[in-house]
């Protein structure tokens, strides 16, 4: 039996949710919390180059982008609030 070293604790959940993943044509996000404000939407391959972006609207729950046109492969995905540039999401996205 070993302690649970802070390591080990789950990253706390963002409240965003991006499915699914791997993602096909098309990926979807859903806000847990639906965000008062406007959303920037990122898409950036693995050498840190911007390949997708988009703006979501102030009171979106769910929105969806098309993946069409992107080569298959692993990319990180970014939400930041456009006010404060904070990050309210970023996690890996494989598509196929």
């Known amino acids: 039996y070993s302690a649970l070293s802070t390591e080990d604790l789950p990253e706390p959940s963002s409240g965003v ?5 791997p993602a096909g044509e098309l990926v979807n996000l859903y ?3 639906i965000p008062g404000e406007e959303m920037q939407f990122s898409l950036y391959d693995l050498s840190g180059k911007m390949v997708l972006s988009d ?5 979106q729950q769910r929105y969806a982008i098309s993946l069409g046109g992107l080569e298959r492969g692993l990319y990180i995905v970014e939400v930041r609030s456009r006010k404060n540039r904070r990050i309210v999401h970023r996690d890996k996205l494989f598509h196929y």
């Open 17 to 21: 949710l991006v499915y699914p993943n």
């Open 31 to 33: 806000f847990e919390d």
């Open 55 to 59: 703006l979501i609207d102030p009171w």
